[in-house]
Structures are given as C-alpha cells and as structure tokens.
C-alpha cells in the first residue's frame, strides 16, 4: 500500500515536472518566434525604405531635368524671338525662298520638341512601369518569405511536440519496467515441497 502510494506520489511529480518543462519550451519558442518576427519586420521595412529613397532620388533627377528642360525652352523661345526680330529689321528685302527656308527650320524645330517631348513622356512611363513592376516582386517576395517562415515554424513545433509524445512514452516505459521488476525482487518465493511427494490436488 506505502509502494503504490509512493509511486503515484513519484507519477504525480513527474507529470508536474514534465508539464513544467513542456510550459518553458513552449514559452521559449514564442519568445524565438516573436524576435524572429520582429526582425523580419525590421528588415521590410528597410527594404521599404530604400524603395522609397530609390523612388525620391528617381523624381528628383525628373524635376531637374523637367527644370533645366524649361530653363533651356525659356532660353531658347527668347533667344529665337530676339533672332527673328533681328531678321526682320534687317532682312525685310530677302527673297521668298529664305523665308520659306526660315518657315521649314521652324516647323523642324517644332517637330524635333513635339519628338522630343512624346520621348519624355514614354520614358516616364517606361519608368513607372519599372518602379511598379519592382514593387509588385518586392510585395511576391515578402509574402513568400512569410509563408515559407510559417510553414517552418510549423513544422518546427510539431516536431517539438512529437518529441515531447516520443520521451513520455518512453519514460512510461522505463517506469512500467521498474516496477514490475521491483514486484519481482518483492514478492516471497514458492514454498518448498519434497521432490516426487507431491500430494495430487482433490484428494
């Protein structure tokens, strides 16, 4: 009575004991999981960050460029009318043929800024373009290193918790193994009879 009651006191301490390993090893792999997390947290929005630094440097350089574009549009608009009002006071009795080959030049140089112009506004877009098809990999990307961590930890905790089911088990073993060889070393042995004088049962 005094052995079962001190296994089942030893049974309760173990399960206590194995309750209280299973409660650190579970709190240890959140803390793993939630440090994890935040450092890929971290790292997106690093990733983040330089898409949009990528992105403010690109309209900077277009800002400049659309700035010195009018800049030189300005120049030139003021340069060509000081030039034609030149022409005009000093070139009143040109024949028709220079005049027309003045109106060809300008209708060339109207052509060459509507060209000019039609290849700013595709570059723009072959840009934008760029910048969206880059973002779109970036989120792909992100949202596969997701699944893909998940999936590990996952697996991970139900590795751990079949780990958890092997050494119980095996432990149960052990114990079902002491004890019956302690029942064995405890109980008395047969008594002792006479070789051949044996008394046959019932009679």
């Not at 030149?86 to 009143?92: G, P």
């Not at 027309?100 to 723009?124: T, V």
């Not at 999936?151 to 149960?172: F, G, P, Q, V």
Request: hydrophobic share 25%; glycine share 0%.
């Amino acid at each position: 009575m005094q052995l079962k009651k001190n296994e089942e006191l030893i049974k309760e301490k173990q399960k206590k004991e194995r309750k209280s390993k299973k409660e650190d090893a579970i709190a240890s792999y959140e803390a793993w999981k939630e440090k994890k997390a935040e450092s890929l947290k971290a790292k997106a929005k690093e990733r983040q960050n330089m898409v949009r630094k990528e992105q403010r440097e690109r309209e900077e350089k277009e800002e400049k460029r659309q700035s010195a574009k009018q800049v030189f549009e300005n120049w030139k608009r003021e340069h060509d009318q000081l030039l034609k009002d030149k022409n005009r006071k000093q070139k009143l009795a040109e024949s028709k043929q220079k005049l027309q080959k003045q109106e060809i030049e300008e209708e060339r140089q109207r052509d060459s800024k509507s060209a000019f112009s039609d290849w700013c506004d595709k570059k723009k877009d072959v840009l934008h373009e760029k910048f969206k098809r880059e973002f779109e990999e970036i989120k792909m990307k992100a949202e596969e290193e997701q699944y893909m961590k998940e999936d590990r930890e996952k697996m991970a905790l139900e590795t751990y918790e079949n780990w958890l089911i092997r050494k119980d088990r095996e432990e149960r073993r052990r114990k079902d193994e002491r004890r019956i060889q302690a029942i064995l070393r405890d109980s008395p042995p047969p008594p002792w009879s006479p070789p051949n004088k044996t008394i046959p049962f019932g009679k």
